[in-house]
């Protein structure tokens, strides 16, 4: 199983950037996926939106209203991933879920706990 460890988010002003940061440890095949989902309120997990997404083999995959302002990379060798965000909008305050997902087996997919990101003044 893989543990997914999330760090960054927090309360920022309209404006404003965050970094979030992802660790997967455990029994990780390669090649995957890895990246954030995010839950607005009010909203259920299976709701969630992609946020951005890069694969271990460089592909990167971003939400329509990202637009730009957000950047997701990875580090193979830690089984990391970073997103920064930039320009950050009341409209992005959700719940922030690190999600790994290996490309050719099915049923291995994992979840983070999910961390907070409020934007407002």
């Known amino acids: 199983q893989v543990q997914l460890v999330e760090s960054g988010g927090g309360l920022v002003q309209p404006g404003g950037s965050l970094r979030l940061s992802c660790a997967a440890s455990?029994?990780?095949?390669?090649?995957?996926?890895m990246g954030w989902y995010r839950q607005a309120p009010g909203k259920d997990r299976e709701g969630s939106q992609l946020?951005?997404?890069?694969?271990?083999?460089?592909?990167?995959n971003y939400g329509d209203f990202v637009k730009g302002r957000f950047s997701i990379s990875g580090d193979n060798a830690k089984n990391t991933v970073d997103l920064q965000m930039y320009s950050l909008e009341p409209e992005d305050t959700a719940v922030y879920y690190c999600?790994?997902?290996?490309?050719?087996?099915?049923?291995?997919?994992?979840w983070g706990q999910g961390t907070q990101v409020t934007v407002s003044s």
């Open positions: 999600h790994y997902s290996p490309i050719l087996r099915r049923g291995y997919a994992q």
């Open positions: 455990g029994s990780i095949f390669s090649p995957y996926y």
């Open positions: 946020v951005a997404r890069i694969s271990s083999l460089g592909e990167t």
